[in-house]
């Protein structure tokens, strides 16, 4: 496997483990929870699209931790950051024990990982979102609207007109942080299977759309089922319009050591080898994916 560097600020070597204790915890739409937890250090130095993983304290069934995808940073009235928060659907072993979770009880993360989203500095950024995928965008808007900053240097290099979130569920019920978008002034643009709430259809047709209507510059930032990314890179590239997709790439170790989550990237040569979602990734050029 030939090797592709890794962005210092992304290397595994530079997450941290804390002890964090559960501050919060929902539901928030059907089979969907919504669980904050007190981790200032994560929460400082995590970006928009990166990830951390979590067990929880005393259990060994599951052994391993999962991963989860930043929210919603909260800050304290002293502006810094103090929790974090993630979205979750309860179908397996860890995410129905996270669900019966009590407040207060402690869970250990480690992060952040990954490499997440560089700060957009476009006209028109354009979140394009189905099932669970819509969860690592609420900080890119934030961030893009100028409601939040993250990392060092990041605010002087991101500047966006106008943000639109094209989100796609089975039906209405379903549709998880719909108000905490709109709250931040993202301009919607909701699908469900069944017609309950929004138009039916693929969240791709409100991509096209968009693309059709304006030639200003814009990026694109994907995540979700496979297929309605890869649709979504196949419609940037005949618009020419850049795609990012963070991949959903199930991982066991998230630090890559285990190559379990590796994914089939396109080389310069015009090959392609395999990369580690968790540590090149999630967030790759949808250009490079062999999907």
Same mark, same amino acid.
């Given at each position: 496997?030939?090797?592709?560097?890794?962005?210092?600020?992304?290397?595994?070597?530079?997450?941290?483990?804390?002890?964090?204790?559960?501050?919060?915890?929902?539901?928030?739409?059907?089979?969907?929870?919504?669980?904050?937890?007190?981790?200032?250090?994560?929460?400082?130095?995590?970006?928009?699209?990166?990830?951390?993983?979590?067990?929880?304290?005393?259990?060994?069934?599951?052994?391993?931790?999962?991963?989860?995808?930043?929210?919603?940073?909260?800050?304290?009235?002293?502006?810094?950051?103090?929790?974090?928060?993630?979205?979750?659907?309860?179908?397996?072993?860890?995410?129905?024990?996270?669900?019966?979770? @009590?407040?207060? &009880?402690?869970? /250990?993360?480690?992060?952040?990982? +990954?490499? $997440?989203?560089?700060?957009?500095? !476009?006209? #028109?950024?354009?979140?394009?979102?189905?099932?669970?995928?819509?969860?690592?965008?609420?900080?890119?808007?934030?961030?893009?609207?100028?409601?939040?900053?993250?990392?060092?240097?990041?605010?002087?290099?991101?500047?966006?007109?106008?943000?639109?979130?094209?989100?796609?569920?089975?039906?209405?019920?379903?549709?998880?942080?719909?108000?905490?978008?709109?709250?931040?002034?993202?301009?919607?643009?909701?699908?469900?299977?069944?017609?309950?709430?929004?138009?039916?259809?693929?969240?791709?047709?409100?991509?096209?759309?968009?693309?059709?209507?304006?030639?200003?510059?814009?990026?694109?930032?994907?995540?979700?089922?496979?297929?309605?990314?890869?649709?979504?890179?196949?419609?940037?590239?005949?618009?020419?319009? @850049?795609?990012? &997709?963070?991949? /959903?790439?199930?991982?066991?170790? +998230?630090? $890559?050591?285990?190559?379990?989550? !590796?994914? #089939?990237?396109?080389?310069?040569?015009?090959?392609?080898?395999?990369?580690?979602?968790?540590?090149?990734?999630?967030?790759?050029?949808?250009?490079?994916?062999?999907?």
């Amino acid at each position: 496997m030939s090797a592709q560097a890794v962005h210092a600020k992304y290397n595994p070597d530079r997450a941290v483990c804390e002890k964090a204790r559960v501050l919060a915890t929902s539901e928030v739409a059907r089979d969907t929870m919504r669980m904050e937890v007190a981790a200032p250090e994560i929460a400082k130095r995590i970006l928009p699209g990166q990830f951390f993983m979590i067990r929880v304290t005393g259990l060994v069934d599951p052994l391993i931790g999962r991963p989860f995808a930043l929210y919603e940073r909260i800050d304290g009235p002293d502006g810094q950051p103090q929790s974090l928060s993630f979205l979750y659907l309860v179908k397996g072993k860890m995410s129905r024990q996270l669900a019966r979770l @009590p407040v207060g &009880a402690e869970v /250990e993360l480690w992060g952040p990982l +990954g490499n $997440g989203f560089d700060p957009p500095d !476009v006209e #028109r950024l354009i979140l394009v979102a189905g099932g669970i995928g819509q969860t690592p965008f609420l900080s890119v808007a934030r961030e893009a609207l100028g409601k939040q900053s993250f990392g060092d240097d990041r605010a002087a290099k991101t500047r966006v007109g106008q943000t639109f979130l094209c989100y796609g569920a089975r039906s209405a019920d379903y549709l998880a942080g719909v108000e905490d978008f709109d709250a931040t002034g993202v301009d919607l643009r909701i699908r469900t299977n069944d017609g309950s709430r929004g138009a039916s259809g693929f969240v791709t047709e409100d991509l096209e759309a968009l693309l059709k209507e304006s030639s200003a510059p814009t990026l694109v930032y994907c995540c979700g089922p496979e297929a309605m990314m890869h649709r979504t890179s196949e419609i940037c590239r005949s618009y020419g319009v @850049p795609c990012r &997709a963070s991949l /959903e790439t199930p991982m066991a170790c +998230g630090i $890559g050591i285990c190559f379990t989550c !590796v994914a #089939r990237v396109k080389q310069d040569d015009g090959s392609w080898d395999w990369k580690r979602t968790c540590v090149e990734g999630p967030v790759f050029d949808a250009a490079t994916l062999v999907w």
